[in-house]
């Protein structure tokens, strides 16, 4: 199994541009989630899908935000305009099952925002 | 809300010790709690998975216990390795929250030669 691809591994940007991060969870897996990990804050949940449906984005941390599920191998999380405090590190996992399954992570997209 | 503590924050052993990482969550009323690991500039691994049901789990020389009503898990690990050096973090879900985790902030083992 290929595991959670997570796409661009890094990314440095200036300040108002537009960042899109994408995700291709485990083939099979019906729940995705996309985490934001910084230094001062650790792991934080942003929003988790569960076929293909938004379920809970309260940890969204304003409107520059959104994320979308297209289709079950496919996600995007946009931030738009970017700011310097966007600047972590991002993660998608997998789920096969959304309330009792192992999660799976991808290997992060690393955000810089200058 | 729930808040998740990990002590130590950081561990230097020699190889071959015996450890125990600890994690503690303010909010019983767990569905899971999962053990992972991170190396630097890498992803999260699961490690083990315990239900709330359950009591421990083991994977090799990995062992994790799960006290519900104490709000404790503790993550064993039996002798040691250089290639166990990594950051560990405990994780738990809410019941009616399920993979909707809330992380510990990790303790930083380095095992040493």
């Known amino acids: 199994d290929a595991g959670v691809i997570q796409s661009p591994r890094h990314e440095v940007t200036e300040m108002g541009q537009e960042v899109t991060l994408r995700c291709k969870p485990i083939?099979?897996?019906?729940?995705l989630f996309w985490y934001r990990q910084t230094m001062m804050r650790g792991l934080e949940l942003l929003i988790y899908?569960?076929?293909?449906?938004?379920?809970?984005d309260s940890g969204m941390p304003e409107d520059r935000f959104s994320a979308k599920m297209p289709n079950a191998s496919f996600s995007t999380l946009k931030i738009q305009p970017s700011e310097p405090r966007d600047s972590a590190v991002y993660f998608c996992a997998s789920s096969r099952q959304q309330n009792t399954g192992e999660l799976f992570f991808g290997e992060g997209s690393r955000l810089t925002v200058l | 809300k729930q808040e998740v503590t990990q002590i130590p924050a950081a561990l230097s052993v020699p190889e071959g010790e015996n450890l125990v990482l600890n994690c503690s969550f303010t909010?019983?009323?767990?569905?899971?709690l999962q053990w992972f690991r991170q190396d630097p500039g890498k992803g999260l691994t699961s490690l083990l998975l315990?239900?709330?049901?359950?009591r421990e789990q083991t994977s090799g020389r990995l062992n994790a216990s799960l006290d519900k009503s104490s709000g404790r898990s503790t993550l064993y690990i039996a002798a040691s390795q250089p290639g166990d050096s990594a950051t560990y973090l405990c994780?738990?879900?809410?019941?009616?929250?399920?993979?909707?985790?809330?992380f510990g902030t990790g303790t930083q083992l380095k095992v040493e030669l």
């Open positions: 994780a738990v879900g809410l019941t009616g929250g399920g993979n909707k985790l809330t």
């Open positions: 899908f569960n076929n293909n449906v938004p379920i809970d």
């Open positions: 083939s099979g897996h019906n729940s």
């Open positions: 315990i239900q709330s049901s359950q």
């Open positions: 909010d019983s009323a767990i569905y899971n």
